[in-house]
């Protein structure tokens, strides 16, 4: 037994291993320590998105720089090694067009930078906050704590709206009012109750718009400028004000009604009701 243990002490694949070991154990934390070290301090001159792709990069290339220490300290011949990794690698290219279409998108949405890490976006119906742009798909917290991972090819074919870019936004509320209400008197009210809103921003100015005679109501717009992190503060408050200043007002808030007439302007369709007789 001990013959044995001797044997492959003395052998020289073993001191391989015990190098291989090594390696692992030590180079691994290190590889780690240094990408976090890296990442915090490229926060300070570049985005979060940029300093965590250098920070995945590092840690990355560090592991194939490993792998081929590793390797090489087997005794494996990289020559050939390459070779057969190029001809797998043609395979595994027709194989996953898409995966490459998604790396190729990735890249194009990490270089345009429509949106960075941080930002509320909304592709078609889904929304949310991007947790990370990787090489294959954005990774998205919606408002309602989903994770949500979408295709960078999406993403690219879609039309994207970044709802957070600018500091700044305005809300435009709909309001539809009778036809009886003078309309000069609403949109002043409206002014009012924008310039009184804390959350509303004083400039730019609150828009009010006479937008259009609907069917049933005489429809304006107002257009409230905020910071975009007030955006449900607003929302609640404004709209809870306009509702209790018109009706503190009597103005009336339009709803969808239909008018029947006989074929003039003028006289409406008599409708009588009768109370059926009780026998």
Same mark, same amino acid.
């Given at each position: 037994?001990?013959?044995f243990l001797?044997?492959?002490?003395?052998?020289?694949?073993?001191?391989?291993?015990?190098?291989?070991?090594?390696?692992l154990?030590?180079t691994?934390?290190?590889?780690?320590l240094a990408?976090?070290?890296?990442?915090?301090?490229?926060?300070?001159?570049?985005?979060?998105?940029?300093?965590?792709?250098?920070g995945?990069?590092?840690?990355?290339?560090?592991?194939?720089?490993?792998?081929?220490?590793?390797?090489?300290?087997?005794?494996?011949?990289?020559?050939?090694?390459?070779?057969?990794?190029?001809?797998?690698?043609?395979?595994?290219?027709?194989?996953?067009?898409?995966?490459?279409?998604?790396?190729?998108?990735?890249?194009?949405?990490?270089?345009?930078?429509?949106?960075?890490?941080?930002?509320m976006?909304?592709?078609?119906?889904?929304?949310?906050?991007?947790?990370s742009?990787?090489? %294959?798909? /954005?990774k998205?917290?919606t +408002? =309602?704590?989903r994770?949500?991972r979408?295709?960078?090819?999406?993403? #690219? $074919?879609?039309?994207?709206?970044?709802?957070?870019?600018?500091?700044?936004?305005?809300?435009?509320?709909?309001?539809?009012?009778?036809?009886?209400e003078?309309?000069?008197?609403?949109?002043q009210?409206?002014?009012?109750?924008?310039?009184?809103?804390?959350?509303a921003?004083?400039?730019?100015?609150?828009?009010?718009?006479f937008?259009?005679?609907?069917?049933?109501?005489?429809?304006?717009? %107002?257009? /409230?400028?905020?910071?975009? +992190? =007030?955006f449900?503060?607003?929302?609640?408050?404004?709209?809870?004000? #306009? $509702?209790?200043?018109?009706?503190?007002?009597?103005?009336?808030?339009?709803?969808?009604?239909?008018?029947?007439?006989?074929?003039?302007?003028?006289?409406?369709?008599?409708?009588?009701?009768?109370?059926?007789?009780?026998?």
């Amino acid at each position: 037994m001990m013959e044995f243990l001797s044997s492959i002490v003395q052998s020289p694949r073993f001191y391989a291993l015990l190098r291989v070991a090594i390696l692992l154990v030590i180079t691994l934390p290190l590889l780690h320590l240094a990408s976090v070290a890296i990442r915090r301090f490229a926060k300070r001159h570049v985005n979060e998105q940029s300093a965590m792709l250098i920070g995945k990069g590092i840690f990355y290339s560090g592991c194939v720089l490993l792998v081929v220490v590793i390797m090489q300290n087997l005794g494996f011949k990289l020559t050939a090694i390459l070779g057969a990794a190029g001809i797998l690698g043609v395979a595994i290219g027709f194989a996953s067009q898409t995966s490459l279409s998604n790396i190729i998108s990735g890249i194009f949405l990490i270089w345009e930078r429509p949106f960075e890490a941080g930002d509320m976006i909304k592709v078609g119906d889904t929304q949310g906050v991007v947790l990370s742009i990787d090489l %294959l798909s /954005v990774k998205l917290r919606t +408002t =309602d704590n989903r994770y949500i991972r979408v295709p960078n090819e999406s993403l #690219i $074919k879609s039309q994207v709206i970044n709802i957070t870019r600018f500091p700044i936004r305005r809300m435009d509320i709909d309001v539809g009012v009778a036809y009886k209400e003078d309309v000069g008197r609403v949109m002043q009210i409206l002014t009012e109750i924008a310039d009184k809103n804390p959350f509303a921003l004083d400039e730019p100015r609150p828009l009010v718009l006479f937008k259009d005679f609907g069917d049933s109501a005489l429809e304006l717009m %107002l257009g /409230v400028w905020f910071s975009k +992190t =007030d955006f449900l503060n607003l929302k609640n408050s404004i709209m809870r004000e #306009i $509702k209790e200043r018109f009706d503190a007002e009597g103005i009336e808030i339009a709803f969808p009604h239909i008018s029947v007439y006989t074929g003039t302007a003028s006289e409406p369709f008599p409708v009588r009701v009768v109370e059926e007789s009780k026998k």
